[in-house]
T-cell receptor
Framework: KAGVTQTPRYLIKTRGQQVTLSCSPI?????VSWYQQTPGQGLQFLFE???????NKGNFPGRFSGRQFSNSRSEMNVSTLELGDSALYLC?????????????FGNGTRLTVT | AQTVTQSQPEMSVQEAETVTLSCTYD???????LFWYKQPPSRQMILVIR??????QNATENRFSVNFQKAAKSFSLKISDSQLGDTAMYFC??????????FGAGTRLTVKP
């Protein structure tokens, strides 16, 4: 089974621009979660999507948004980029059904904002 | 809110020896799940071991085992017979039933030859 795939692996943007990151979950997984990882703040939960609906949301400003498509693929968008948005963005998928299933992570997208 | 604390930013161990990584958490929930993830330089987070809070028996996975103390809210990871490939960042994580996983700050483990 193919793992979680994130594209692109690296991205460089300038302040004020917007960016879209993509995540393809493991086949059959319906839940996709997004995390931001920085040296200062560690791993922080952004949001989770399940069956095309946002099910959980972390404590990030509205500039961070996401969506999930009918094939469970997910995109995350960050508008009006700030220098502090430079981070590794990790996507994780799980079956998302009843109970708890472990998250399976992708390799991440390294975003640099200049 | 749930918090996860890893008090050891860095640790090192000699190859073939045993090392224990500490983790404590704070929650008012009774049903939850705990995990240890490993993040090697390749960046990918890899699940090492999981523990359901309702299970008293400590989870084991080959050379990896946990010491889960629910009353003390402690969840340590023991790595036996350490190998060079175990060198990585290790994250302790807490999750309720909502799929919102909270991570500790991580412990950087170096296995020395």
């Amino acid at each position: 089974k193919a793992g979680v795939t994130q594209t692109p692996r690296y991205l460089i943007k300038t302040r004020g621009q917007q960016v879209t990151l993509s995540c393809s979950p493991i086949s059959g997984h319906r839940s996709v979660s997004w995390y931001q990882q920085t040296p200062g703040q560690g791993l922080q939960f952004l949001f989770e999507y399940f069956s095309e609906t946002q099910r959980n949301k972390g404590n990030f400003p509205g500039r961070f948004s996401g969506r999930q498509f009918s094939n469970s693929r997910s995109e995350m968008n960050v508008s009006t980029l700030e220098l502090g948005d430079s981070a590794l963005y990790l996507c994780a998928s799980s079956s998302g059904g009843q109970g708890v299933s472990p998250l399976h992570f992708g390799n991440g997208t390294r975003l640099t904002v200049t | 809110a749930q918090t996860v604390t890893q008090s050891q930013p860095e640790m090192s161990v000699q190859e073939a020896e045993t090392v224990t990584l500490s983790c404590t958490y704070d929650t008012s929930e009774n049903n939850y799940y705990l995990f240890w993830y490993k993040q090697p330089p390749s960046r990918q987070m890899i699940l090492v071991i999981r523990q359901e809070a309702y299970k008293q028996q400590n989870a084991t996975e080959n050379r990896f085992s946990v010491n889960f103390q629910k009353a003390a809210k402690s969840f340590s990871l023991k790595i036996s017979d350490s190998q060079l490939g175990d060198t990585a960042m290790y994250f302790c994580a807490f999750m309720k039933l909502s799929n919102d996983m909270r991570f500790g700050a991580g412990t950087r483990l170096t296995v020395k030859p």
